[in-house]
């Protein structure tokens, strides 16, 4: 079974995250930022634990193996970024007065 990683940022507020199964939650957590998140997130796995399918808010990154994040976890910080910058909702450009 595949474990689900959910990462959120609240405003003014450190990132937060939720490990899940399907309908439990098995941890949550926050960090200062993604690195952080998937360090806590891979000194909690369990050793059968082979990946996590990763949701970065509204974007789904696909699934990382947990060796991939114990070992470069600023690579695969630096990778959910880009991919979230991708898919980023776009401003019109239009004001609204």
């Not at 939650?25 to 200062?32: I, L, R």
């Not at 399918?53 to 470069?72: A, F, K, N, Q």
Request: glycine letters at 6%; proline letters at 5%; hydrophobic letters at 40%.
């Amino acid at each position: 079974m595949i474990f689900t990683l959910c990462i959120e940022k609240p405003f003014a507020q450190p990132y937060q995250a939720v490990v899940s199964l399907p309908g439990e939650v098995v941890w949550n957590f926050t960090g200062e930022n993604i690195e952080a998140i998937l360090s806590k997130c891979t000194n909690q796995a369990e050793t059968d634990i082979s990946s996590f399918l990763v949701w970065y808010e509204h974007v789904c990154i696909g699934t990382i193996g947990v060796s991939e994040m114990r070992v470069d976890p600023a690579m695969v910080a630096s990778r959910i970024n880009s991919l979230h910058g991708i898919h980023a909702p776009q401003s019109t450009g239009r004001s609204r007065a």
